[in-house]
């Protein structure tokens, strides 16, 4: 659903606009004497990413070979032990 504004609400709060187009994909209708002027709406459908997206992306990727994960191994070994955390009885 579009939200009306006035031509000098837009003007006031024109950053704060574009960031709820581009990150909430709102749109707005901008008005002058109550009557429709304008739409700002998102340039681009927005991007959505499931879960079913990464694991057919991670399907895709190379096998890591058989050091890889001997190096990740010996690199989390030589790591120091993190401090107990004081939440912690």
């Known amino acids: 659903m579009d939200s009306h504004l006035t031509?000098?609400?837009a003007a006031r709060t024109f950053s704060d606009i574009?960031?709820?187009?581009r990150y909430r994909g709102e749109t707005f209708v901008v008005e002058r004497g109550g009557e429709?002027?304008?739409?700002?709406?998102p340039a681009t459908a927005p991007v959505r990413f499931t879960g079913k997206d990464l694991v057919k992306l991670l399907e895709?990727?190379?096998r890591p070979d058989d050091g890889y994960l001997d190096a990740v191994e010996a690199a989390a070994a030589e790591q120091p032990m993190l401090p107990g955390s004081p939440w912690e009885r």
Not at 18 to 21: A, Q, S
């Open 36 to 41: 429709p002027i304008c739409r700002i709406t």
């Open 7 to 9: 031509a000098t609400e």
């Open 60 to 62: 895709r990727l190379p």
């Open 18 to 21: 574009l960031n709820r187009v």
